[in-house]
């Protein structure tokens, strides 16, 4: 009987150690496409609480990308638009990343994708992990969680009711974490082999990622140079920072302000305070009696904007009435 659960115990540990060492693409071809459920998860301060399953039902698809990669596809039902991963290295893909296929005419017989690495994807046994703020395989935080299948009706809603409990035992964090520890550590060994196997590969991907760029240099540049463009950059550099106005209190007093809805502001001899240049209506204040900090209209306007003078430094001697 001994010998027995020895042997049921290191069937467990190999079989672990074999399933740990999937990489994505295994894991997505042992997933296979269909419905998929979204739970409630959500996070704060690296905490993560769970309740019921969204509504929403998304459809995830596994097409062949290169060879015996995947490329993976999640459509929320409803929608028209998709959202599209990739393998993160082709020596031992540990996550897929978000990605966009280029297919424009510039980049005919070139094969680019454009990478948003901050947004990536994990599948684990049962679970499918959407990432986002990722930094690195010890920093990021799980966005969505989904499970395979769906649900309508009161089934649908008994298993909301239980979703949380099946959250807390699926351990999320935990169960993720020890995965991106084994397959990282798999892809780096893995990786300098297939790197130095693969040279030609690697520097065509570098070839089209040069492509992209000068392309979309060149049109950028010859647009910004039109009339069109120079206008449509300086509302870009208004809207980048310079779409305030500011008010500086160049005199030798105090000045009262009323803007907004009824505020009150007091500027000193030296201060600035700035304003919204979309409308943003300053008048001079004056004294409230057995008041000093709230202060009523005058008829004296400081700043009218109405979208005009973004970005200007106006003092107040030259309004100061």
Sequence with gaps: MKTKNFLFFAGLL???????????TAKATKMGDGPFMSYVINESGGNYTYAGINKEVYTFTFKPYQADF???EIKEAEKTSTDNYYPDEEAFPATYVWGRLNTETCMRGWDYIELRKENR?????????????WESKDSYRIQKCFKKGQLSGFGLTKKAFGA??????ANHKETLQKYLDEAFKKQSELLP?????????IDKRVAAKERYQFTI????????????GKRVKAQLDRKAGQAKITLVNDLAIDLLLRHGQGVSTRLKPGEKKQFDCSGDKVRKGKPRANNTSQFDDTDVILIQSDGKGCGQTVNASSVYK
């Design 121 to 133: 994807m994990v599948i684990l046994d049962e679970w499918i992990y959407i990432l986002e703020k």
């Design 193 to 201: 082999a297939w790197q130095a196997n693969n040279k030609s590969k």
């Design 70 to 72: 995947k490329e993976i």
């Design 164 to 169: 949380a409990k099946e959250m807390e035992k």
């Design 217 to 228: 240099d060149s049109v950028n540049g010859n647009y910004w140079n039109t009339a069109e």
């Design 14 to 24: 190999v079989g672990g150690l074999l399933n740990a060492q999937e990489d994505q």
